[in-house]
């Protein structure tokens, strides 16, 4: 059974850092596009960051470049998200995902698992 789990949310304010995590379980995440989303009230999900199946490659929103970075650790089976200089647009739930087959990275339907999504609050 296929698990994603997210962790490290909270509040914080605006500026400030935040790092989430996804454990996985079932699956390997080096055999798997990784992709963070999220979603603010009122809003549709969006993509925020994704590492490729094989690592070579992460993909940003443009709202978060330079600001956010995904990473991997293959051997705790983990993906992290890195936010530095949060702002108050960034607060919503935040998702992990895994797409087996490699789809377009930045589409909901392109990923088969995904996690129950961890709070994300920016404070001004």
């Known amino acids: 059974q296929v698990q994603l789990v997210e962790s490290g949310g909270g509040l914080v304010q605006a500026g400030g850092p935040l790092r989430l995590s996804c454990a996985t379980s079932g699956l390997i995440v080096s055999r798997y596009t990784m992709g963070w989303f999220r979603q603010a009230p009122g809003r549709d999900r969006e993509v925020v960051a994704a590492?490729?199946?094989?690592?070579?490659?992460?993909y940003y929103a443009d709202s978060v470049t330079g600001r956010f970075a995904a990473s991997r650790d293959n051997a705790k089976n983990t993906v992290y998200l890195q936010m530095n200089s949060l702002k108050p647009e960034d607060t919503a739930v935040y998702y992990c995902?895994?797409?087996?087959?490699?789809?377009?990275?930045?589409?909901?339907?392109?990923?088969?698992?995904w996690g129950q999504g961890t709070q994300v609050t920016v404070s001004s």
């Open positions: 590492v490729s199946w094989g690592g070579g490659r992460t």
């Open positions: 995902a895994a797409d087996a087959l490699g789809g377009s990275y930045n589409r909901i339907s392109s990923y088969d698992y």
